[in-house]
Nanobody, 128 residues
Framework: QVQLVESGGGLVQAGGSLRLSCAAS????????MGWFRQAPGKEREFVAA????????YFADSVKGRFTISRDNAKTTVYLQMNSLKPEDTAVYYC?????????????????????WGQGTQVTVSS
């Protein structure tokens, strides 16, 4: 069973940047797509970004496209979410996820809430 631990959240002013990290342990994730979801107060959890197991393919929600990037270091079993030009509406708890099945696509992660493993989340707060 995989364990996912997020870090890097915090408080930042609008227009600023943060980089989230997700460290995975428990099994190798080289062939597994990984990604990020977020949940703002009073809202449903929503997809943010995903990356394929190889790292060659990425997929983003329209709301973060052009501002966020996702990358992975399979040697360190870590996935990163670089968030630039942050807006107050980006305020949420950010969750790292890992596909439970290998060789899935980054795009498919957007609809896999029940087919992924979840981290505990890290709070990101963007002040205006």
């Amino acid at each position: 069973q995989v364990q996912l631990v997020e870090s890097g959240g915090g408080l930042v002013q609008a227009g600023g940047s943060l980089r989230l990290s997700c460290a995975a342990s428990g099994r190798t994730l080289t062939n597994y797509a990984m990604g990020w979801f977020r949940q703002a107060p009073g809202k449903e959890r929503e997809f943010v970004a995903a990356i394929s197991g190889s790292g060659y393919s990425t997929y983003f929600a329209d709301s973060v496209k052009g501002r966020f990037t996702i990358s992975r270091d399979n040697a360190k079993t870590t996935v990163y979410l670089q968030m630039n030009s942050l807006k107050p509406e980006d305020t949420a708890v950010y969750y790292c996820v890992a596909d439970k099945r290998p060789f899935g696509t980054a795009r498919a992660m957007a609809v896999k809430k029940s087919e992924v493993s979840w981290g505990q989340g890290t709070q990101v707060t963007v002040s205006s």
